[in-house]
């Protein structure tokens, strides 16, 4: 077993006296002793100061200088003094004690039995204290919970704090206002009363004040003409480091009055702490004949266990009897692994009172060996039913939520989860504790998964990330998770979301879009193969004036058929467009609204969730319209003589902050654009260029480059093209590039898009009268190239003079009153008009 380490300080200016005390320390085998010796107050002083020790072995004589006036000058130190003379004294020993000294020994009478147990029984006994002051700031944290009325004075006799109950107080005692608030006189106020016993409060407590006395209590009436009151008045000073406090406590002692508590204890400091300890502080021997003796129990055993401490001194076996039968088997087999230990012993459970009532409680001590084979426990008991409380409501909160929840091992299992999950999954909770949880996750997640995962370990949080998890019914269900690790606890914090109906929506939306092509691709089929038909040579040869006419009225049924199927596509995207961006607009719109409201951080971030999905989805409603209307011919497009070194810093200046996430340069090459000029609908190209360039930026690599550049090509035409450093395009993917909704893989990357992009660039491209193309190298990257006509440099032609009237661009005249009349099918948008209109006073809407 390892040897206990213990750094032993000895002050003493007799070198014989360290080599007895070096000899003892080393006789004693259960500890490694660390001894430093120094002969001298000064060298004392800078050795305390400068270095850390778990003992320190004072010798009463240093020469000149006193061994008790440097214990006072560092008792304060948070480290044990022992005291060592060469002869018994008393007043030495008295004065030792008073300075803070843990034990005092005479030189010629120790061994190492009795210095082992010195040192033992001071070091114990300091952190015994530092845990009783630890006790001490929880108490004082809970004031605000109690019944009683409490107000803290200072020096002056003003308030400093008080507790809720104080200003309830005050509606029932008569106080005045002056009374009843923080930086209130109260001891003006006492002296207003118009009753000896305000005198009294006030000269009592001023005594305290003074250091005349420590603490004051008075009962004293409180009547009216229809009711008899009594109250009691409790005011205490409190001694600490800080600057003078007394604290001042109220009780309605009409049905019952609570007797003074009295402070019993054997030694005036650890009277004091026990004073100030919520709880009840008790000392318990166990002797050698397995007898065992409460020698102190504090007066906290009124308020936990509902009985006086007289009464549990003398029942050797009280605490057995307390002890809620449910919990008697833990508390036994704790006591008896502390007994054979002899360890710090934390145990927690419930007691049953007299009056019936279950009552938590808190049982901390420390047992340490007597000289005659016995064990003392000095312990502390306290109530911990209102933690048990807030532990359970946490735990109701946690098992309501619909949301899943869970706790999670950084050894890759589930340790805790709520009801949710295996209502939304049909496992239970033991299938799914005892297997890792990246056994549920699609094959085609778990990659992903287990990045996130590492991002967490390292203290990343992982917010929206998705993956599929399996069902007990074989199905999977889409989960979006929120997630925060604790690596020093080794547990992962989560919840999760199932999305699996927006996902199976998007995808819904997707076979809607390829239903559609299919439609239109088989009727355009079906026209060409009517054509085709139609456009045989030799057909006016081989047919008869009847065929003839048959064939024209075939050839005019299939051209009302296309065209009945082309008004039918113009209908569904007119709809599409109105059913689809009328919803949408709504949602934007009441999202911005509730975005710009002073909400809670959870809702603030809800909205943002909200206004992200419905921009994307506006997004992909737009690209899917507008590839149709490309299809369908029914685009308008203004080709114009368009500065190609205009548009291309536009186009920067948009992409450029999402290049700066990953530190990618963007070369836009103007001196080689000075001059060029393109025929093309500038907005139209200035999408496709927008969309090249941000692809370039999203599926190139950390720190990578994107070149524009443009070369004027043989026979009029313009190449503009956009190259990037990514790892490149295959063969094989380069056949589905231009595919709708075809990502390459990259759905499941991390990297946003819809897959319809290029798509629309190309068809934009071509309606333009140009061509798109692409050219990639594995692991060196991707060029795509747009040529259009080159068109020459338009003649600057004046202005004609516009005469009208100039609006104002400035703010709405609010000093008119306006009346608005809004014509709107869709009783959303209608509703987000009048929440924009509630913020302007002026204007309203009939």
Not at 183 to 190: D, E, F, V
Not at 399 to 419: E, Q
């Amino acid at each position: 077993m390892d040897r206990l380490s213990c750094r032993v300080l000895l002050v003493d200016d007799n070198e014989d006296d360290q080599l007895i005390v070096r000899d003892l320390l080393s006789d004693i085998e259960t500890t490694d002793f660390q001894l430093e010796w120094v002969d001298g107050f000064e060298a004392a002083r800078y050795a305390l100061l400068h270095r850390e020790y778990d003992v320190c072995l004072l010798d009463y004589r240093l020469g000149e200088s006193n061994g008790v006036d440097l214990l006072r000058e560092f008792a304060g130190l948070g480290m044990p003094f022992i005291l060592l003379t060469g002869e018994e004294d008393f007043e030495v020993d008295v004065e030792a004690a008073k300075a803070g000294s843990a034990d005092y020994l005479i030189k010629g009478s120790i061994n190492a039995q009795l210095l082992e147990r010195s040192i033992r029984y001071a070091t114990e006994r300091k952190k015994t204290e530092i845990a009783l002051q630890q006790a001490q700031s929880f108490a004082q944290a809970t004031v605000d919970a109690l019944p009683s009325s409490i107000a803290v004075l200072d020096e002056n006799g003003v308030i400093v704090t008080v507790n809720a109950a104080w200003c309830t107080l005050g509606d029932a005692n008569g106080f005045t206002a002056l009374a009843r608030h923080v930086g209130s006189n109260y001891l003006k106020s006492c002296e207003l009363v118009p009753i000896v016993e305000g005198e009294m409060v006030a000269a009592g407590i001023q005594a305290i004040i003074a250091g005349e006395r420590d603490s004051f209590t008075l009962e004293y009436p409180c009547h009216s003409e229809t009711e008899q009151c009594w109250f009691r008045v409790g005011a205490t000073r409190f001694a600490g480091d800080g600057p003078l406090r007394v604290v001042v406590a109220h009780e309605n002692i009409t049905e019952r009055k609570v007797a003074e508590i009295a402070l019993r204890a054997s030694e005036e400091s650890f009277q004091s702490i026990v004073a100030n300890v919520p709880g009840m502080v008790y000392q318990l021997i166990a002797h050698p004949d397995a007898s065992v003796e409460w020698t102190f129990v504090g007066d906290g055993s009124r308020e936990l266990f509902e009985q006086e401490p007289e009464v549990l001194l003398a029942n050797p076996l009280w605490m057995r009897d307390v002890i809620h039968p449910e919990d008697a088997a833990t508390f036994a087999s704790s006591v008896a692994a502390v007994v054979a230990s002899l360890s710090p012993w934390r145990w927690e459970g419930r007691t049953l009172l007299p009056s019936g009532k279950a009552k938590w409680i808190q049982v901390a001590a420390r047992p340490t060996c007597l000289p005659d084979g016995g064990v003392v426990w000095n312990g502390l008991i306290i109530d911990i039913s209102a933690l048990k409380e807030a532990e359970q409501q946490r735990d109701r909160f946690f098992t309501m939520s619909i949301d899943l929840m869970g706790i999670a091992g950084l050894d890759g299992y589930y340790k805790r989860l709520n009801p949710s999950f295996s209502e939304t999954l049909g496992f239970t909770d033991t299938e799914l504790l005892s297997a890792p949880f990246i056994d549920f996750v699609h094959p085609e997640d778990v990659a992903a998964t287990k990045t996130a995962t590492e991002n967490l370990q390292v203290g990343n949080q992982v917010i929206g990330f998705e993956n599929r998890h399996r069902s007990k019914d074989g199905t999977w269900r889409w989960l979006e998770w929120k997630s925060v690790s604790v690596p020093q606890e080794g547990l992962i914090y989560a919840a999760a979301r199932d999305v699996t109906q927006r996902k199976e929506a998007e995808v819904a939306l997707h076979q809607l879009h390829e239903e559609l092509e299919v439609r239109v691709s088989e009727r355009t089929a079906e026209l060409g193969a009517a054509n085709e038909r139609l456009t045989v040579e030799n057909v006016q040869h081989q047919l008869t004036m009847e065929t003839l006419r048959q064939v024209a009225d075939a050839y005019r049924q299939a051209k009302d058929e296309a065209d009945i199927a082309n008004r039918a596509k113009s209908e569904f995207l007119s709809r599409m467009s109105h059913e689809l961006r009328t919803p949408l607009n709504a949602v934007l719109g009441f999202g911005q609204i509730l975005e710009s409201q002073n909400l809670p951080a959870s809702a603030r971030e809800s909205v943002g969730y909200i206004l992200q999905g419905g921009q994307h989805l506006l997004a992909l409603v737009n690209e899917v319209l507008d590839i149709a209307s490309v299809e369908s011919g029914w685009i308008e497009l203004a080709p114009e003589p368009t500065v190609l070194a205009e548009v291309v810093p536009e186009v920067c200046a948009l992409v450029r902050p999402l290049a700066a996430q990953r530190q990618i340069s963007i070369a836009e090459n103007l001196d080689a654009m000075c001059g060029v000029h393109i025929l093309t609908d500038r907005q139209r190209f200035k999408q496709v260029l927008i969309n090249l360039v941000a692809n370039a930026i999203k599926y190139n690599r950390d720190n990578g480059h994107v070149d524009i550049s443009c070369t004027e090509k043989e026979g009029g035409w313009t190449a503009v093209k956009v190259r990037d450093t990514g790892p490149g395009i295959s063969p094989e993917d380069m056949l589905k590039l231009f595919t709708p909704f075809e990502r390459l893989g990259a759905a499941n990357s991390g990297i946003e898009g819809t897959g319809l992009g290029l798509v629309l660039s190309q068809r934009l491209v071509k309606a333009m009268g140009g061509v798109l193309e692409v050219e990639s190298v594995l692991g060196e990257g991707t060029t795509f190239t747009v040529e259009l006509p080159t068109a020459l440099s338009p003649v600057e032609l004046p202005m004609p003079e516009v005469q009208g009237r100039v609006l104002s661009e400035g703010a709405p005249d609010r000093e008119h009153n306006w009346s608005v009349l809004c014509i709107e099918d869709n009783l959303s948008n209608l509703k987000l008009i009048e929440a924009i209109f509630e913020r302007r006073s002026n204007i309203r809407m009939p």
